[in-house]
């Protein structure tokens, strides 16, 4: 796209008071130009810098995803924050008295892991495959499309008809630019047509992936199909206001992750160099000897002598490898990633060294951002995932069900790690007593179900088991002939 005519919208900062000396100009000293800090920026939409940037950046961060350690672990940190072992849908319907539908919550819940099975189109993922991949993507690309098929013609494996095919952004083009036309309703840019209040109205997607060349005569059709906004979820990273399509969460370190594998490449090559010892021959004034040495065939091994002629010595190659500032450096760029992705230090770089309350205080700064992107993903992804699984699932609603309360569902972000689990303990117990928290909501950020908590410790206690807090002893089966050993059965008191 011709940028031109934005750059002549970039005006140069004037002087507004040109009279007067510079030290009495009442202007910001950031936005002086100067040959040290020369003007950076523009005044381009986020659009329009993403029309320039966006399939640069997404390259760039595919090929560090797939080729560096760091990017990888960064991407695994947030993922495992935000989907950690699969998002449950927790269904909240109500009675028309206010309670909770147990039997109706838990038939929602069962019909929706019987689809939750093989939700994908193309039935090659379940569901927390499909979750991880789309998160992924959604933060290394930035965004990523979800199209729910409603469709007759779609073989559905179950009785929900409901399936979802997760696109990658490659498949809305960027270059799709329609401007308003007399009879049309809105407008296309990027891909996306939206009205004059910039909601989308529909996405116009090719039928193929562009770049899915996999036969040298396979012919890649560049047509697009347009598809109505209402069955199709965007879930998208971006950092300004009105901007439609999404940028890579790791746009702001990129340059950073690039440098420093550079960096680490090229002290791999000076370790290795520094490894296999290299020497040379040095000749002085005294040497008198023949210059062709084309005959001359030298090898380091163990215990190897040369013959030198006079005014010759053996010198050899200095080497300041490893370098000893090396891990410093890496741990101080690593922190410097951790806080433009808002992941912790200690999870990318596998350092748990530091106090405890270094490493609570790191873990609650950072499970702020995990959980902002997790709501995010939750309200653009999986909340219009169930209500159309709602509406797609043939089910019976029991008559004392307040229909109201239908859509109603929970989503519980994973739990977060114990640093000290007696301290966390503690802790939980305190809140309890002075009833500052519930059982039930403790069960859930320690990311379990308080239903099948509440069964299971039901189950234990019909059994008859040892518990260290409450033990009987049974002294009846005491024997005595065991040289001061006894065997003793234990019974719980109920």
């Known amino acids: 796209m011709d940028l031109k005519f934005l750059k002549e919208l970039v005006l140069p900062v004037q002087d507004i008071t040109p009279e007067k000396p510079k030290e009495s100009r009442r202007l910001y000293q950031a936005a002086e130009t100067s040959n040290y800090r020369p003007r950076r920026g523009g005044a381009y939409s986020g659009d329009a810098t993403m029309q320039a940037t966006g399939d640069r950046l997404r390259q760039l961060a595919r090929y560090l995803d797939e080729n560096h350690d760091l990017v990888i672990g960064t991407l695994d940190d947030l993922i495992n924050n935000i989907i950690g072992q699969g998002l449950m849908p927790q269904p909240m319907v109500r009675r028309r008295d206010g309670s909770l539908h147990e039997s109706f919550n838990k038939q929602i819940q069962e019909k929706y892991q019987e689809w939750a099975e093989k939700p994908d189109a193309s039935g090659q993922y379940s569901m927390i495959e499909l979750d991880t991949l789309t998160a992924r993507t959604w933060l290394r690309d930035g965004e990523t499309f979800i199209h729910r098929i409603r469709s007759s013609d779609y073989p559905y494996p179950g009785r929900t008809r409901l399936a979802l095919e997760c696109l990658e952004p490659d498949f809305c083009p960027f270059t799709e630019l329609k401007p308003n036309r007399e009879g049309q309703i809105g407008r ?14 529909a996405y116009y997607f090719y ?6 060349v996999l036969l040298p005569d396979s012919r890649i059709s560049i047509d697009t199909m347009r598809i109505d906004a209402l069955f199709v979820d965007h879930l998208k990273f971006t950092r300004r206001l009105g901007q439609l399509r999404g940028v890579s969460v790791l746009h702001g370190v990129l340059n950073r992750l690039r440098d420093l594998s550079d960096y680490e490449q090229s002290e791999q090559i000076a370790a290795k160099v520094a490894a296999e010892l290299t020497a040379y021959i040095k000749r ?20 190897a002598i040369f013959e030198l002629d006079v005014g010759e010595d053996v010198g050899t190659i200095q080497s300041d490898r490893p370098n000893t500032a090396l891990a410093d450096f890496r741990n101080a ?60 699932t043939p089910m019976s609603i029991p008559f004392d069900v307040d229909r109201n309360t239908l859509s109603r569902v929970e989503y519980r972000p994973p739990a977060l790690p114990w640093i000290d689990p007696i301290k966390e303990a503690q802790a939980w117990q305190i809140l309890i007593e002075n009833k500052i928290e519930s059982r039930a909501e403790i069960s859930r950020q320690r990311g379990r179900d308080p239903r099948a908590l509440y069964e299971e410790l039901d189950a234990e206690s019909q059994l008859e088991l040892f518990t260290p807090s409450n033990p009987v002893i049974d002294d009846s089966d005491m024997n005595d002939d065991d040289e001061g050993e006894s065997e003793r059965s234990f019974k719980v008191v109920k």
């Open 333 to 392: 760029m690593m922190r410097a990633v951790a806080a433009g992705t808002g992941t912790r230090y200690s999870s990318i770089s596998r350092d748990y060294g530091g106090t405890y309350s270094s490493q609570r205080q790191e873990l609650v700064e950072a499970s702020i951002a995990y959980r902002r992107l997790f709501k995010v993903f939750v309200e653009q992804r999986k909340r219009p995932e169930y209500l159309d699984f709602l509406d797609a």
């Open 284 to 303: 002085n004034s005294e040497f008198e000897g023949d210059v062709d040495n084309s005959q001359r065939i030298m090898q380091m091994e163990s215990g």
């Open 207 to 212: 039928n193929e992936h562009p770049a899915d």
């Open 188 to 201: 296309v840019i990027q891909g996306i047509e939206i009205d004059r209040w910039r909601r989308p109205l």
